[in-house]
C-alpha cells in the first residue's frame, strides 16, 4: 500500500535583513504557516501599491525557491567533496564513488525535504553499482539576478561538463524541470527521471501568487519583473516547447494527489517527451514520493532496462493531448 503524505503549506517570507545575518546561507529555516492576516496585508498592498508588492513579492518567491545545500554525511557510504570554481558562483561536488570509473547518477540540489529523502536512493544507487553525483551552489542569496530554474540548469551543465555523460539523472520538482532543460540544452545522459515535476513556469507564479494571497495585478507586474531578469518569456520554457527535442529514455512520477505540483504537470512531461513513461502513484503528496520504497524500487528498475509505468500517447495537433 502507498504511504499518505501531504505538502507543507506556503511560508512566511524571512525578511530581508534576516537574509543578510545568515550571509547568504542556503539552509531555509523550518517552515512557518502563512497567516491569514499575512495574507490579508500583502493583498491590501497590492491594491495600494502594486509595484512595491510586486518587487517584495518576487523576493518571496526567490526566498521559497532557495535550495538546500549539499547532501550531508551518508553512514556507510564513503564520499568525496570538492568546490567548482565558476565564474561568479561556486558549486560544490559530492560523489560517492568513482564517477570517472562507474556509470554515474547525477542529482541537481532538492529542497531541505527532499534532500533528506535522497540518502536512501544514495545507497540504493551505490549497492547498484552506479556512482552518485550531487551539486549545490554555495552562497546563493534571496537577491539572485537569475532564476532558481535557470541557476541549477547553468550549474548542472558545467558538472556535467567536467564529469562526462551520467549514465542518468534525476530531478525532483524545480530540480525536475531543470533537468528537461540541461537535457534540452546538451547535458550528455543516458536517462533520466523527472520527480514531481513542474512544466509550467508560468503557471508554478501563478499558483504561488494564489497562495500568498497577492491578486491578479501584482502576479502580473512580477510575470514581467521575473521575465526582465531572466531575459526571456517564461512561455518559451514550458514542456511542450522543450520536451519533444528529447529523445533519451525518462521515467516520469507524479502522484495523483500532488497539491504543490498538479499532476497533470507530469503528465504533460510524459506526452511530449517523445521516450517517456508515467508511474502515477496515489496519495504521497509531492515529497512522500520520494519516501515511498515503492518508488524508489521502480526507479531502479527503470535504470536496470525495465518498462515501467505507462506511455502516454499524444497528438501534435492539440497542445496537450488527450487521453
Known amino acids: 500500500m502507498l ?73 556507510g557510504c564513503p564520499e568525496h567533496r570538492e568546490t567548482l570554481a565558476l565564474r561568479g558562483r561556486r558549486v560544490q561536488i559530492v560523489s560517492w564513488g568513482d564517477p570517472r570509473r562507474q556509470p554515474y547518477v547525477l542529482l541537481p540540489p532538492l529542497d531541505a525535504r527532499g534532500r533528506d529523502a535522497m540518502a536512501a536512493w544514495v545507497r540504493a544507487l551505490t549497492a547498484q553499482g552506479f556512482a552518485v553525483v550531487a551539486f549545490a551552489r554555495e552562497g546563493r542569496t534571496v537577491a539572485t539576478q537569475t532564476s532558481a530554474l535557470l541557476e541549477i540548469t547553468g550549474d548542472m ?104 505540483v498538479p499532476w497533470d504537470e507530469g503528465e504533460r512531461f510524459a506526452r511530449h517527451l517523445t521516450a517517456a513513461r508515467l508511474l502515477t502513484t496515489l496519495d504521497l503528496g509531492h515529497h512522500g514520493v520520494l519516501d515511498d520504497p515503492t518508488v524508489l524500487r521502480d526507479c531502479l528498475r527503470f535504470l536496470q532496462g525495465e518498462a515501467i509505468g505507462d506511455k502516454v500517447v499524444s497528438s501534435p495537433n492539440l497542445p496537450y493531448g488527450v487521453g
Open 157 to 260: 551543465l558545467e558538472v556535467g561538463r567536467r564529469c562526462g555523460e551520467a549514465a542518468a539523472v534525476i530531478g525532483h520538482s524545480l530540480g525536475a524541470m531543470s533537468v528537461v532543460l540541461a537535457l534540452h540544452q546538451g547535458l550528455r545522459a543516458k536517462q533520466a527521471i523527472l520527480v514531481s515535476a513542474q512544466a509550467d513556469p508560468r503557471a508554478a507564479l501563478h499558483r504561488f501568487v494564489d497562495r500568498a494571497g497577492m491578486g491578479p495585478r501584482v502576479g502580473a507586474r512580477m510575470l514581467a519583473l521575473l521575465e526582465a531578469r531572466i531575459g526571456q518569456g517564461l512561455d518559451a520554457l514550458q514542456a511542450h516547447r522543450i520536451a519533444p527535442a528529447i529523445g533519451i529514455p525518462v521515467l516520469v512520477v507524479h502522484d495523483l494527489l500532488d497539491d504543490e
Open 3 to 75: 504511504l499518505t503524505r501531504h505538502a507543507a503549506p506556503l511560508t512566511d517570507a524571512s525578511p530581508a535583513s534576516d537574509i543578510a545575518a545568515r550571509g547568504g546561507d542556503t539552509e531555509p529555516k523550518p517552515p512557518i504557516p502563512i497567516r491569514p492576516w499575512t495574507r490579508a496585508l500583502q493583498r491590501l498592498s497590492g491594491l495600494l501599491t502594486p509595484r512595491h508588492a510586486a518587487r517584495k513579492g518576487l523576493l518571496q518567491l526567490d526566498d521559497e525557491t532557495t535550495l538546500a545545500g549539499s547532501l550531508g554525511h551518508i553512514e
